[in-house]
C-alpha cells in the first residue's frame, strides 16, 4: 500500500494521525509547504484537489510561477568504488553511465 496521492503533476505523501483521528497530507516536491487534512479517504483526496488548486491560483495571483516539475538534471557524489562499480555495469550492459544510472534510479523508486 502506498500512502501517496497524485493530481495535476503533483504528489504528496499521506498519514494518519491517530491522536486526533484524521488523515493529513503535504505536498511533496516544492518549497512551498501546502498541507491538507480531513477524517474521510474521499475528503481527503478532496482536500488534496483544492490545495493543489489553491496553490496553483495563489502563485498565478501573486505572479509566481509555481513549482512543479523537475529539471532532470541530477547531482550527487559517489566514493570512488561505487562511481567505478557503476561505470563497469553500465558499459558491460551496452549503455552509457548516465542511461545506466536513469533506469536504476527508476527501478528504484517504483
Known sequence: MTNTMTYKGYAAR?????????FTGRIAGIRDGVGFHADTV???REAFHE?????IDTCVRIG???????????MFR??????????LAAELSGKSLNQWA???????AS
Open 102 to 108: 536513469e533506469e536504476v534510479l527508476d527501478r528504484a
Open 51 to 55: 490545495a493543489v488548486d489553491d496553490y
Open 14 to 22: 499521506i498519514e494518519y494521525d491517530d491522536e486526533d483521528g484524521i
Open 42 to 44: 474521499e475528503g481527503l
Open 64 to 74: 509566481k510561477e509555481p513549482q512543479k516539475t523537475y529539471s532532470g538534471q541530477v
Open 78 to 87: 559517489v566514493s570512488p568504488e561505487v562511481h567505478r562499480k557503476a561505470a
